[in-house]
Structure formats: structure tokens, C-alpha cells
Nanobody
Framework: VQLQASGGGSVQTGGSLRLSCVVS?????????VSWFRQAPGKEREFVGG????????YHADFLKGRFTLSKDNARKMVTLQMDSLKPEDTGIYFC???????????????????WGQGTQVTVSS
């Protein structure tokens, strides 16, 4: 499985970005989950959101309070993270990750994912 993340960039506070994770090398719809994590300098990687493909259900990190929205496109084999009302604390490298089967109760843990993309930089300035 290969994951290609794109869409990062630099915006000002309150701006928006859309990140995309394209999956190849595996049947998209049979993956358990495709998720986004982020990592700021000096901090641990943290869960942002994940999409359970079989049930068409997104999971968002509670701290986002509705600012980010996940969606999927089966035809393009892609999971998209729409980020609105961006804040400087959202700055970091955003990674997409995938796992063959859905990890009940542990989908927010980075160590349980089988595959990772290369990351895309998001910078939010005040």
C-alpha cells in the first residue's frame, strides 16, 4: 500500500487548506481505516481524524471542535481533510496512514497503523 499526501501550504490564522491522501497498491474500499495525524516540532504525533471506509464513517479528534472535516472519494481512492478556521497551533507536518482492518477502540494510536505517507507541511501564521 502506498499513500501520497498533498495539499499542505502556508496560510494565515482563520484560513483554510484541503489535504488529500491518495491510496494505491491495494483495493481502497477494503482497507479498514485511512487516517490523518500531525506532528509539531518537538511534539508527539497526534491523531487528527480517520475514515472507516467500510461503514463510510469519519472519526474526528475531539479537540478540533468541528473545524476539520473528513471525506472520501472511492473513485479517486482518496481521503480528504478539509481544514477551516486554522490556528497557529495547527502548524505541523500532516501524515496520512492506513491499516488493513479497523482497530476498534485504538484508531487514534499511531503505532497500530501499517502504512504511512510522506507527510505534507502545514504552516499557519498569526
Amino acid at each position: 500500500v502506498q499513500l501520497q499526501a498533498s495539499g499542505g501550504g502556508s496560510v494565515q490564522t482563520g484560513g483554510s487548506l484541503r489535504l488529500s491522501c491518495v491510496v494505491s497498491g491495494h483495493t481502497f474500499s477494503t482497507l479498514g481505516i485511512v487516517s490523518w495525524f500531525r506532528q509539531a516540532p518537538g511534539k508527539e504525533r497526534e491523531f487528527v481524524g480517520g475514515f472507516r471506509l467500510s461503514l463510510n464513517r469519519p472519526y474526528h479528534a475531539d479537540f478540533l471542535k468541528g473545524r476539520f472535516t473528513l471525506s472520501k472519494d472511492n473513485a479517486r481512492k482518496m481521503v480528504t481533510l478539509q481544514m477551516d478556521s486554522l490556528k497557529p497551533e495547527d502548524t505541523g507536518i500532516y501524515f496520512c496512514a492506513a491499516r488493513y482492518n479497523f482497530p476498534v477502540g485504538t484508531y487514534s494510536r499511531a503505532d497500530i497503523y501499517n502504512f504511512w505517507g510522506q507527510g505534507t507541511q502545514v504552516t499557519v501564521s498569526s
